[in-house]
C-alpha cells in the first residue's frame, strides 16, 4: 500500500511542475506574441480556401478506380 501512495504522491508532484512549466511556456509566448506583434496563436484568421470543382464523370471514374482498389486488396487477402 506504501508504494502506491509513494507512487500517487510522485505523480501529483509530476502533475504539478508540469503545469508550472506550461505557465512559463504560455508567459513566453505572449511575451514573443507582443513583441512581434503576431497575435495568430490567439485568434487565427480562417482563410477561404477554393476548391477544385470535379466534374461528375470524372467522380464516377475516381470511384471506380477506388473500387477496383479495393476489389484488388480483398482478392489479395484471399488469396493469401
Excluded: Y
Excluded at 506550461?22 to 485568434?43: C, F, H, N, P
Amino acid at each position: 500500500m506504501t508504494d502506491f501512495s509513494r507512487m500517487l504522491r510522485q505523480l501529483r508532484t509530476n502533475k504539478t511542475q508540469t503545469e508550472q512549466q506550461l505557465k512559463k511556456l504560455a508567459q513566453a509566448i505572449t511575451v514573443l506574441e507582443e513583441i512581434s506583434g503576431d497575435k495568430s496563436g490567439v485568434r487565427a484568421s480562417r482563410q477561404t480556401i477554393s476548391r477544385r470543382k470535379v466534374s461528375k464523370s470524372a467522380r464516377k471514374k475516381m470511384a471506380a478506380a477506388q473500387r477496383a482498389r479495393w476489389a484488388k486488396v480483398r482478392q489479395q487477402q484471399k488469396a493469401a
